[in-house]
């Protein structure tokens, strides 16, 4: 898609309005996703924050909270005019940066998943079934 491309179609955000979880949090968690998944990608354009907020039935300041944070972090260019995309820089980190987030990450995962009554094995098989046939290691 690029600069010229209408918000991105394929991306679909869907809130958890029951799993304890900010709905901001939600939609910051979902771009992301997105983005490691390949469903977004740089140059995409993601709906405006009025849009985002009609389509999700949800108040405008949540959307645009979620907008900020995702542009603070550098994912996301916030256009005068012509809206919000996805980032067209890399994120940099430095690897003790990226292991403190990945530790973190994976720790609120697993407890998440404890919680909702799954074990740290069967949150492992389902991660590993993301991860495409050509490219698993084991």
């Known amino acids: 898609m690029g600069r010229n491309s209408t918000p991105a179609q394929a991306f679909q955000l869907k809130l958890d309005l029951r799993s304890g979880v900010p709905v901001y949090r939600q ?7 997105g983005m490691a998944a390949g469903t977004l990608s740089a140059g995409d354009q993601l709906p405006t924050v009025r849009q985002l ?10 959307v645009l909270r ?4 995702l542009e603070l972090g ?3 260019e916030t256009h005068q005019g012509t809206g919000t995309f996805i980032s067209e ?9 990226r292991e403190r987030q990945l530790a ?4 609120e995962f697993a407890s998440r998943a404890g919680a909702a009554g799954f074990t740290v094995e069967e949150l492992l098989d389902r ?4 991860v495409p046939q050509s490219t698993q290691r084991r």
């Open 66 to 69: 979620a907008y900020r944070e």
């Open 53 to 62: 907020a009609v389509d999700l039935a949800i108040n405008p300041n949540t």
């Open 27 to 33: 939609i910051i968690d979902q771009v992301r996703a």
């Open 74 to 76: 550098g994912m996301l």
């Open 104 to 107: 973190q990450l994976a720790g």
């Open 127 to 130: 991660l590993r079934e993301l």
């Open 89 to 97: 820089k890399k994120i940099t980190r430095n690897n003790a940066e």
